[in-house]
């Protein structure tokens, strides 16, 4: 009897461990990778950061072995490295937990007009025997831009609060990203007297007729006409209300849905979502000063510090207060006063120089300073500004509505600069699911033949927008779409979206694909 | 409906079953007689039995569940006549609907006492997790009974009776089994269909002393349907097209449950311990797939899978005996904890394996402390007059993070606490006819005290048959998240109520049962039944305003009226066993701007026939469902609309053999009639307007089973 009990406790066991554990849940390989192929300063950099991505954290630490090879630079004389290095080789540690890693790459002195210098990186070994190679692992580092036919960029803007708006140049291959709380207003360099708000931080501004003394309104001052002005109330019904003070109209002018506004009046608290010259919410400035009424400026919303919940996000924080502000020009600057709403004995005031080689000159009406934003005007063709406001139409399921919306993971390209761009839809799907395919050829098949010059949108920044990817449902990269880029030197791109969060599943981490004609 | 219509179908029952008794082979038996009996009688004997006495329990006893081959409740509640298994394929959980009602209005007891879930006690109970290896039989009750079993026993009570001890003059019991079971049409060792190993062990230490062991796996791989697992990635020139075929129908989950017990008997006293540990993991893999690139341009396609882990730990003890002559008394106490923690990780497609752990955390919890106790037959002298007295306490602790609301930071754990007292009076008025009044007071941390009652009245007017009435208080408590829960941010404004009250109302139940004698040897039971709910002061989610905005919460303001018939046949002849049973139910609920829907009605059959060879030690068995159109209320665009499910039917059959005495094998099938998804238009559309589908999912196919048990029996 003993026996039978132990074979049968015997059988049982061997096939309860038998069909146990799956085996194929272990962790992957730790694998590492330089981020780009190729990796370019400009004139004005001195430093650069070059990253290195591992397959997943360390669970380990230890040492990556780079080596370095100067092509026409020296160590020390041309360049220098953090952590830094020695003999060929530089020496990066990593630490527990860890996802990657970055060397500074300092550029020490430029090289001469008409010479190359490069500077290029290999991984060449791990203190950890299995740890190895990834896909990508050198990479050339040049002193000077150097043109890019094909790239994916990982656009820095920031995760889950979207607290960067990043520009991003297909010819070189380069991104700059920039805080979107670093500025409210922009002035144009161009022909035009025109003053632009920052859609990236739910900037909004109200003309208050009439009135052109910046110290003579606080917010108990009668406005010159009684405004009536559509909203919504609590239950989200449309609602009309009749604005009579300056302290009622700032109550309706941040940008969230009740926003007021009238088209039919002509009263639109935001500049227009194409970015065209003449949808700006400030009128034109013009050279006769007292022209020039005071504006209620709504400064926006303040960038979470908190990250939102994974696969979601968290962009919009507490209102940042409202100023009065004044802009009057001579065709050549732009003269800025501004202070605070109920401030009658002082303001303040700076003056900004037209600059040919921008678009818009940004300014920090809280820091009263000048600011660097974009990139000179020829040197960006994308704009992902994250966050995207104005005051427009709508869907909210119902019929089409007009209220002041916020969207997210917004794209707009450099119209204001001279970049076209237009969409390729490939398929639509309709209410029932069923699938039309367009006669289009698919990215990957289309080519400097298949371009049509006439598509190409010159007068709306905002054909991607937030449309590339859909975030009810299925949240996901939208694969209907690809888009086609002329540049200001006439080269032509393919862009291809791929990804809208990071692997972990964070918002904010958008990728795409590009490749030159 | 019309009454031509109920009396039709009450008819047909009757007609199916004459028609069966028909057929009967003209052979002298009396098995079936005592058979028939013994499954009437077997309530009484037993003391974490459900009443006998105050209402109709229905057993499903061992050969009942053997014949499905049981591992879980879910397996076996598929062929209930008015129990319908409401699968939710996202979660892998199944509750279940009773009478139309869902399972927050049924309550699940494990020897009486209360089964634990992730955010509550005894009702809305995922019927997946309750493990059936050392049960000894189901014990169901239909209709409210609230007085005895506690608030939220509306639509009736489950029990399950644990097996103790050892049949026959052994001292020691080894049992071991395997049961390999297809999903649908898929099925391989490794990673498709169902593989379920028990094995445990029984001794008898003295006459006095019994202790069981044993261990129960239950890996079901998924239901992968048109998906195609955990590895599959569309990739068209190296870029990623996201057609949402990754992944499972139904997600795969693995269940492991340590069982053990003990059973004394200290003179005229018994003392009972059961302890439970149970362990599962569901998988759930994400049908989206991140098509990032890598610096090259190579495509390196992610997936943000997550996994849910559920323990639950039982202790559950009972000590019952006499005080004096035949009064007696019965004492439980019972502390269970239940856990599910929350998983996500990025799984990398093309490389098979984890990138990294993103959020590891636990979303649910709760932790009981319960015990019931009564004394009966407090007057044994009396015949007229009998009572019995019980109290009621339960302390439940916990939190429900996926209540809080997903984006919730303000998750607190709460405690909810009942003290009940109740007591049932006999009173026999004569040997025909009795009455039993019932009355229970609640006393509830929440919503304060309440008070509920029931009135059953039995009557015999021969032999063999009996009228049995029962109005009774059908009290449902609000559950955790109707009270406790909070999501507010930027778009949302979601709040429980902590002012809920119960949601109260009154039920009819009319019982007639007849046992039949057919040519003097075969007893048919015909039991023909009536019921009637209203349910007042129903919780339903309302939309209200407060200082954050539009306020979505939750009031009693709803009702809910339900009106049913059914007819239950039961034949035993020779060899055969046959049942046929009916049922007619319908509801009636709010419309929209306070109009009603008026009774929707839906028509339901269960059949049974077995047939057994004694000399071969073999039986045949074969089971029908069938769920006829419902029509429902549900939240849908517009609000409040009428939509339906098609009906469907539900098939199993198979064969039991037993050989060498302890071989015993058992081959059959699930879900005959292929069933997966049921075409519906009652499906609520989702958040943000995403619309709610078209079809409902029951089951995953027609599957196959074959289950093998060793039993060793020695000394």
Redesign the interface.
């Known amino acids: ?1 003993k026996k ?2 132990f074979l ?2 015997i ?3 061997s ?2 461990v038998s ?1 146990g554990d ?1 085996d ?6 730790f694998t590492v ?5 190729t990796v370019s300063l400009s004139e004005a950099d001195t430093d650069k950061e070059i990253s290195l ?1 591992f ?3 360390a669970t380990e630490s230890g040492t990556i072995t780079v080596a370095y090879t100067g092509n026409n630079a020296e160590y020390g004389t041309d360049f220098s490295t953090l952590p830094t290095g020695g003999n060929g080789t530089i020496a990066v540690p990593v630490a527990v937990g860890d ?1 990657g890693a970055t060397i500074t790459f300092t550029k020490l002195q430029d090289p001469i007009e008409g010479t190359t210098k490069t500077v290029s990186l290999a991984l060449n070994g791990y203190d950890q025997t299995d740890w190895s190679n ?3 692992s050198s990479s050339t580092v040049s002193f000077t831009p150097i043109a890019a036919i ?1 790239g ?1 960029i990982d656009a820095e803007q920031g995760g889950s609060n979207q607290p960067n708006q990043v520009y991003v140049d297909l010819s070189s291959n380069t991104q700059t990203a920039v805080r979107r709380d670093t500025w409210e207003i922009a002035f144009y360099n161009g022909a035009e007297n025109r003053v632009f708000l920052n859609p990236s931080l739910l900037v909004a501004a109200a003309e208050l007729e009439g009135i052109t003394d910046i110290l003579s309104i606080t917010e108990d001052s009668d406005l010159a006409n009684a405004l009536k002005m559509n909203t919504f109330d ?3 019904q449309p609602a009309t209300v009749t604005v009579t003070t300056v302290g009622e109209l700032v109550a309706g002018l941040p940008v969230a849905y009740p926003q007021y506004g009238n088209v039919a009046t002509n009263l639109v608290f935001t500049d227009n979502r194409e970015g065209t010259l003449e949808g700006t919410a400030f009128a034109a400035v013009s050279t006769t000063a007292d022209q020039n009424n005071v504006y209620i400026v709504s400064l926006g919303n303040e960038i979470p510090t908190e990250s ?5 996000i968290s962009t ?1 924080g507490d209102q940042r207060g409202f100023l009065k502000v004044r802009v009057l020009t001579d065709g050549n600057s732009y003269t800025v006063q501004y202070a605070d709403l109920n401030e009658t004995e002082n303001f303040s005031e700076a003056t900004i120089e037209k600059n040919d080689s921008f678009n818009l000159s940004a300014f920090s009406l809280t820091e009263g300073q000048s600011v660097n934003v974009e990139p000179e005007k020829g040197s960006w063709d994308l704009n992902f500004t994250g966050v995207f406001s104005f005051y427009g139409v709508g869907n909210f ?1 119902g019929p089409p509505t007009i209220a002041g919306l916020t969207f997210s993971d917004y794209v707009l390209h450099n119209t204001l600069g001279g970049t076209g761009l237009y969409q390729v839809t490939t398929y639509e799907r309709d209410g029932d699911g069923n699938i039309t395919n367009f006669d289009v050829p ?3 098949d289309f080519n400097r033949d298949d371009v049509e010059e006439s598509a190409f949108i010159y007068n709306d920044r905002a054909v991607i927008g937030s449309g590339w990817r859909s975030v ?6 939208r ?1 209907d779409r690809y888009f086609v880029l002329k540049d200001m030197d006439g080269n032509y791109y393919k862009l ?1 979206f ?2 809208f ?5 964070e918002r904010g981490f958008p ?1 795409f ?1 590009y490749e030159r004609l | 409906m019309n009454l031509n219509r109920v009396l039709g179908i009450i008819f047909t029952g009757f007609l199916g079953a004459s028609i069966l008794s028909q057929e009967t082979p003209m052979e002298n038996d009396s098995i079936p007689m005592e058979r028939l009996q013994e499954v009437i009688l077997i309530g009484e004997s037993q003391v974490m039995s459900l009443s006998k006495k105050l209402f109709n329990v229905d057993v499903i006893d061992q050969e009942g569940i053997k014949r499905l081959a049981g591992n879980t409740l879910a397996d076996i509640l598929t062929q209930n006549l008015n129990i319908t298994i409401l699968p939710d394929a996202a979660t892998g959980r199944s509750t279940i609907s009773m009478f139309g009602f869902d399972g927050e209005y049924v309550k699940v007891l494990i020897d009486g006492i209360p089964v634990a879930s992730d955010n509550g006690i005894g009702n809305n109970i995922d019927i997946t997790q309750i493990n059936l290896e050392d049960a000894e039989r189901i014990e169901i009750i239909e209709g409210a009974a609230g007085v005895l079993y506690g608030e939220n026993a509306v639509a009736g009570v489950i029990n399950i009776i644990t097996k103790r001890g050892i049949e026959g003059d052994y001292k020691w019991k080894i049992q071991s089994a395997l049961q390999e079971e297809t999903v649908g049409s898929e099925f391989s060792f490794s990673d498709q269909g169902r593989h379920i190993q028990n094995f445990n062990v029984s001794n008898q230490v003295s006459p006095a002393i019994s202790y069981t062991l044993g261990v129960s796996r239950n890996d079901f791989a998924g239901f992968y349907n048109e998906f195609q697992g955990r590895d599959y990635v569309n990739l068209q020139d190296n870029i990623v097209i996201n057609d949402s075929l990754r992944g499972t129908e139904w997600n795969p989950k693995e269940q492991l449950t340590f069982f053990g017990n003990v059973h004394a008997k200290m003179g005229k006293h018994s003392l009972f311990y059961k302890l439970q540990h149970f362990d599962e993991t569901l998988t759930i893999y994400d049908r989206i797939i991140n098509g990032r690139l890598n610096p090259d341009g190579t495509p390196n396609p992610t997936a943000t899978d997550a996994r849910f882990n559920t323990n639950r730990l039982v202790n559950n003890f009972n000590i019952s005996g006499p005080i004096r002559g035949l009064t007696r008394y019965n004492v439980s106490l019972s502390y269970q904890t239940q856990e599910r923690n929350y998983q996500t990780f990025t799984y990398n497609i093309l490389q098979q394996g984890i990138e990294s752990f993103n959020i590891d955390r636990i979303d649910q919890s709760s932790d009981i402390l319960y015990s019931r106790g009564f004394v009966s037959n407090i007057m044994p002298k009396s015949e007229f007059f009998g009572l019995l007295l019980g109290y009621e306490l339960t302390r439940q602790k916990g939190f429900d993070a996926i209540a809080a609301g997903a984006q919730s930071t303000n998750v607190v754990e709460e405690t909810l606490e009942n003290y009940d007292f109740f007591a049932t009076a006999d009173l026999n008025l004569n040997d025909q006819w009795s009455l039993f009044p019932g009355l229970r007071s609640v006393n509830n941390s929440q919503f304060g005290q309440a008070l509920f009652w029931s009135l059953s009245s039995t009557y015999n007017f021969l032999e063999d048959s009996k009228l049995k009435i029962t109005l009774a208080s059908a009290f449902k408590a609000p559950n955790f998240s109707q009270l406790f829960q909070e999501f507010v941010d930027a778009n949302h404004n979601v709040k429980g109520n902590r002012n809920l009250q119960p949601e109260d109302g009154i039920t009819i139940f009319l019982n007639y049962d007849h046992i039949f004698k057919i040519g003097d040897k075969w007893p048919l039971k015909s039991t023909l039944s009536s019921f009637y709910f209203d349910i007042d002061n129903k919780i339903t989610g309302i939309v209200s305003e407060d200082d954050d905005g539009i306020l979505f919460t939750f009031d009693n303001v709803d009702f809910e009226e339900k009106l049913g018939f059914t007819l239950n046949n039961k034949i035993d002849f020779n060899n055969w066993q046959a049942g046929i049973g009916t049922s007619l139910i319908s509801t009636n609920t709010a419309l929209e701007d306070g109009a009603d829907s008026g009774y929707l009605w839906s028509f339901n059959l269960q059949s049974t026939l077995l047939y057994s060879f004694p000399r071969i030690n073999t039986s045949l068995s074969a089971l029908l469902n069938h769920r006829g159109r419902t029509l429902n209320v549900f939240e849908g665009n517009n609000g409040r609309e009428i939509g339906e499910t098609d009906a469907f039917t539900w098939l199993d059959a198979s064969i039991r053999t037993t050989f060498f005495k302890n071989f015993d094998v058992t081959l059959g099938a699930r879900n005959l009639l292929d069933i997966v998804t049921v075409n519906a238009t009652d499906i609520p559309a989702g958040a943000h307007g995403a619309s709610g589908g078209d079809a409902r999912l029951f089951g995953n196919g027609r599957s196959y089973f074959l289950k093998l048990l060793y039993t060793l029996n020695f000394n």
């Open positions: 009897m039978y009990l049968s406790a059988m049982s066991l096939v309860m069909c799956d194929g849940e272990d962790l992957i390989d990778s330089f981020s780009s192929e991505t397959s997943r954290a996802l990834g896909i990508t094909s994916v609590q239950a989200f939102a919940e994974l696969g979601s919009t399921g698919s990215y990957t009810f449902g299925v949240a996901a990269v694969d291809l791929t990804a969060t990071n692997s972990e599943g990728q694909t």
